[in-house]
């Protein structure tokens, strides 16, 4: 007598019939489905040993059951996405949850790169900017109104120029007479000394730091001939006439002299007479150097005399 050959399941003859040997051990083909097959998470019912079988996040499906959501296309060998448990295709995900392209109007697939500024979303490569129309990708830009611009094209489009040099202004500057510089370009006409954060003046609408415009234009002190500053004050001194005999008999010298304290460039006033002028510590008796401000003087050629020494003349 033969030996037996049945299925370890349900003892059947699995003599001319085909079997499944799993562990060393022969099932006949429904009991093996019954026992090792995986329940389709869609029809419920066994995936089959000879059936093609998709698992996706621990269910599985029969082939034709993997299938989109909406518009019932078939999944096994497309892209796909999974919605609140609903499987959907690239075309019906993007339909429904993507954002268009604001620029081109198509639809941003996942997994592409994009850029979402403002509320809205770009293709990568329709981000471009509005000058040269090359694509800005995670480069640095800057808005205007509805437009985008690369940062080189913006500040030769609209960033301020330097009035010296001719070049834009990143940041930072100084303004003079409503022209912008660049700090380093703001400078001196005569020593090229950088102006920024210092007193300056003008000539002929060209800035000079205080040094310079003074040895160039400041008037020059009669006695010491330094360039003489000051501030904004005007005093008017006159001498006393001179007592009638000496008027009689007209000393050489003797003068209704006036001299007025001017405002000079700078810090401190100055006396002006005839034409001449002195700071202030300089204005002395050319004979006796006593202080002549505020008091009576005599002109005696180019000297100037105090009461008492032009007395002894």
């Known amino acids: 007598m033969a030996d037996s050959f049945d ?40 995936i089959g040993h000879d059936a093609r079988e998709l698992f996706y996040e621990d269910r599985h499906y029969h082939e034709h059951c993997f299938r989109c959501f909406r518009c019932d296309r078939s999944l096994a060998d497309e892209p796909f996405t999974s919605q609140d448990d609903a499987l959907l295709c690239n075309d019906c995900y993007c339909n429904e949850f993507s954002s268009k392209c604001v620029a081109c109007d198509k639809v941003v697939m996942p997994g592409t790169r994009k ?35 690369c940062v080189s094209c913006y500040e030769d489009k609209f960033a301020s120029r330097c009035t010296r040099c001719k070049k834009t202004l990143a940041k930072g500057g100084v303004t003079y007479r409503d022209e912008p510089w660049h700090k380093e370009c703001f400078v001196c006409a005569s020593c090229k000394t950088q102006l920024a954060g210092q007193h300056f003046t ?14 160039l234009y400041a008037k020059k002190c009669e006695a010491c001939s330094k360039p003489i500053t000051g501030k904004m004050r005007s005093i008017h001194w006159c001498m006393s006439p001179p007592p009638p005999q000496v008027e009689a008999n007209r000393l050489d010298g003797w003068s209704d002299a006036s001299a007025l304290l001017l405002p000079g460039f700078g810090g401190g006033k100055y006396v002006s007479f005839e034409e001449r002028q002195w700071h202030q510590p300089c204005f002395t008796c050319s004979q006796c150097s006593a202080s002549l401000v505020g008091a009576g003087f005599f002109p005696d050629g180019e000297r100037i005399l105090c009461r008492d020494c032009n007395s002894g003349v």
């Open 7 to 46: 299925c370890v399941n349900c003892k059947e003859s699995l003599y001319g019939r085909k079997y499944i040997q799993s562990e060393a051990s022969p099932y006949c083909i429904p009991c093996y489905d019954s026992l090792f097959s995986n329940t389709c998470d869609e029809c419920k019912e066994l």
């Open 115 to 149: 850029l979402e500024y403002g509320g809205s979303t770009w293709h990568e490569g329709c981000f471009i900017c509005h000058s040269c129309q090359q694509p800005i990708g995670s480069k640095s830009f800057i808005p205007d109104k509805d437009e985008h611009y």
């Open 202 to 215: 003008s000539r002929d609408e060209s800035p000079y730091c205080l040094k310079c415009f003074g040895n």
